[in-house]
């Protein structure tokens, strides 16, 4: 049975406002999810000016309402988190093991921040009696939203929600760039360019892989230049050499941290 409930919704040109939306049942591959916490990026600052209304939030966590009649790896109470890389499993990309970067769904491989088949059946969410799209086909910052169960993930150890909403895009995003994208080795240097939820995990996972041992600094905007640099020294020798490190990652908005993260490689 449909029924009410809030959402913030963009107006596609610079403006957001709380708005009541009303949300169906969902369809064969889908579940009903009430989202308990969001997190919020830079994305979701761009997705205020889409061109287009939308339900705003791409990153959160919650607990299954009601599944589509095909679901059966989900189950009503299950605690999941949300994950807009969502695969189709059958691309090119998804068969050679790249489910992250798949053509057919990925808001950002394939669709920019149009809809694509990953989407959740547009008609289950009216907004003024209109289907409405949701931000990479999530849509977090409502009460409930209905997602393709491939955009889920189940919490299996215990974890407060406002935690794990924030992997839902901060922290893959930032952990996945210097383990599995750049493959820092042990012992690099690294240069994180914006310190917040992306870049934040950024220097996370490379603290795992060791990278920073005992020589973190953070630098107030003066001294660096940056209001949001983080350098990361793994050892003295890249003082001396002065930028000198063996990996950049830029987290951040602005364009001009590639060329100055390219810089400092
Ligand atoms: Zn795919
Ligand atoms: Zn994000």
């Given amino acids: 049975m449909p029924f009410l409930c809030k959402a913030a919704v963009a107006d596609g040109h610079g403006s957001f406002t709380i708005e009541t939306i009303e949300v169906g049942s969902p369809a064969a591959d889908e579940a009903l999810v009430q989202v308990k916490a969001a997190g919020l990026c ?16 791409h990153e959160g966590a919650g607990i ?39 053509e057919q769904n990925s808001p950002v491989v394939a669709g920019g921040n149009g809809y694509t088949p990953g989407h959740a059946h547009l008609e289950g969410t009216l907004w003024q009696g209109k289907p409405i799209e949701r931000s990479f086909n999530l849509g977090t910052l409502s009460e409930y939203t209905l997602v393709k169960t491939s955009a889920l993930v189940e919490i299996r150890e215990p974890m407060p929600f406002p935690a794990a ?14 383990v599995n994208a ?35 600094h953070r630098y107030p905007c003066r001294q660096a230049g940056d209001g949001q640099a983080v350098w990361c020294y793994a050892y003295p020798i890249s003082r001396q050499r002065g930028p000198g490190t063996d990996e950049s990652c ?16």
């Avoid at 830079?42 to 939030?57: A, C, Q, V």
Wanted: with cysteine; hydrophobic share 35%; aromatic share 6%.
């Fill in 182 to 216: 750049a493959q820092v080795k042990a012992g690099s240097s690294v240069v994180v360019l914006g310190a917040g939820g992306v870049g934040l995990n950024v220097i996370q996972g490379a603290r795992n892989i060791r990278c920073c041992q005992n020589h973190c």
């Fill in 250 to 265: 830029r987290a951040g908005k602005r364009n001009d941290r590639w060329e100055r993260g390219r810089l400092c490689v």
């Fill in 165 to 178: 909403s924030i992997i839902s895009c901060g922290v893959m995003t930032g952990y996945g760039s210097v």
């Fill in 64 to 102: 299954i309402q009601q599944v589509g009649s095909q679901v059966k790896h989900f189950a009503e109470g299950d605690e999941v988190i949300f994950n807009w890389a969502t695969p189709c499993g059958t691309c090119f990309q998804c068969q050679i093991g790249n489910p992250h970067i798949c």
């Fill in 42 to 57: 830079h994305t979701d600052y761009d997705s205020l000016s889409w061109g287009k209304p939308i339900i705003m939030g």
